[in-house]
């Protein structure tokens, strides 16, 4: 029976992996031979540990790089000399170009940012590393993750800004589409990934489905029984106005599955909940 070895279990996809064997691996420094001991052919690993976000790769860009990119090609060495059933990579759907169309696996790369051109390097570090056995390596590409439990600096955290009706704290390009789904969801499907051997190769984990950043905080708010303020929601568009992923070759593996996003409710326990 296959062991899942995952990266990242603290983090906002890696906490909700089910059944999966946690790995403290410190992607700076050497790692622990008592966790390389779990690594053999009747192990997958699943890579979901790095630093998130342009702001956080940019404050040290040095540090980042080494965790981002040459932690993870370590890991992938070790995995591989290893003979390890496979290889799960999270990557990011900002590694495509920008685009106004459903964006397939073949799309244009073009990363904008930072944290996005850290992330395809890596992809392709792990491409190099795998050369001889690229039915280990699966590349999955995540498009936007929306809950109330992500991130104070993404999209969740400054939505749960708009709880407080004593703030003026305003959303920005909330004519923006995404194609969401919540971390919890996402960590399933990698799971599934995981456990299924015949799935290898690059990997949109999308719902297919177009939301705009105020019909999103629409959703959240009001199902969460909080007012939606309107005049906070300011119209316009980033750089990127529209990332929504194509699913087909996900589903083509999985037929079954139904990827639509539904956020949890949010219930407000004290104040430091919206600071």
Same mark, same amino acid.
């Given at each position: 029976?296959?062991?899942?070895?995952?990266?990242?279990t603290?983090?906002?996809?890696?906490?909700?992996?089910?059944?999966? #064997?946690?790995?403290s #691996?410190?992607?700076?420094?050497d790692?622990?031979?008592?966790?390389?001991?779990?690594f053999?052919?009747?192990?997958?690993?699943?890579?979901?540990?790095? #630093?998130?976000?342009?702001?956080?790769?940019?404050?040290?860009?040095?540090?980042?790089?080494k965790?981002?990119?040459?932690?993870?090609?370590?890991?992938?060495k070790?995995?591989q000399?290893?003979?390890?059933?496979?290889?799960?990579?999270?990557?990011?759907?900002?590694v495509?170009?920008p685009?106004d169309s459903?964006?397939?696996?073949?799309?244009?790369?073009?990363?904008?940012?930072p944290?996005?051109?850290?992330?395809?390097?890596?992809?392709?570090?792990?491409v190099?590393?795998?050369?001889?056995?690229p039915?280990?390596l699966?590349?999955v590409?995540?498009?936007?993750?929306l809950?109330?439990?992500?991130a104070?600096?993404?999209?969740?955290g400054? #939505?749960?800004k708009?709880?407080?009706?004593?703030?003026?704290?305003?959303?920005?390009?909330?004519?923006?589409i995404?194609?969401?789904?919540?971390?919890?969801?996402?960590?399933?499907?990698?799971?599934?990934?995981?456990?299924?051997?015949?799935?290898?190769?690059?990997?949109?984990?999308?719902?297919?489905?177009?939301?705009t950043?105020?019909?999103?905080?629409?959703?959240?708010?009001?199902?969460?029984?909080?007012?939606?303020?309107?005049?906070?929601?300011l119209?316009?568009?980033?750089?990127?106005?529209?990332?929504?992923g194509?699913?087909?070759?996900?589903?083509?593996y999985?037929?079954?599955?139904?990827?639509?996003?539904?956020?949890?409710?949010?219930?407000?326990?004290?104040?430091?909940?919206?600071?």
């Open positions: 029976m296959l062991k899942i070895l995952a990266t990242g603290t983090g906002t996809i890696g906490k909700h992996f089910s059944g999966a #064997i946690p790995l #691996i410190n992607l700076l420094n790692f622990n031979p008592t966790e390389l001991s779990l053999n052919s009747s192990s997958v690993v699943l890579h979901a540990a790095g #630093i998130v976000g342009n702001e956080a790769v940019s404050k040290n860009i040095n540090i980042s790089r965790i981002n990119i040459d932690g993870t090609k370590k890991l992938a070790i995995s000399d290893s003979d390890i059933s496979r290889f799960i990579f999270v990557s990011s759907s900002h495509y170009a685009s459903l964006l397939l696996e073949s799309s244009k790369v073009h990363p904008l940012g944290y996005a051109e850290q992330k395809f390097e890596a992809e392709q570090a792990l190099e590393v795998f050369k001889e056995t039915e280990k699966c590349i590409r995540v498009f936007s993750i809950d109330w439990d992500v104070d600096f993404t999209l969740g400054a #939505i749960k708009l709880t407080n009706s004593n703030s003026d704290y305003k959303v920005l390009n909330s004519d923006d995404r194609d969401f789904l919540t971390p919890k969801l996402i960590a399933s499907v990698l799971i599934k990934i995981a456990h299924t051997t015949s799935l290898a190769g690059i990997i949109n984990l999308s719902s297919m489905f177009g939301t950043i105020r019909e999103a905080a629409h959703k959240m708010l009001t199902e969460s029984g909080f007012e939606f303020p309107s005049a906070r929601m119209p316009g568009n980033s750089t990127r106005p529209y990332i929504v194509d699913n087909s070759k996900l589903i083509s999985f037929p079954d599955l139904k990827l639509i996003w539904q956020p949890s409710i949010f219930k407000l326990t004290n104040q430091t909940d919206i600071n």
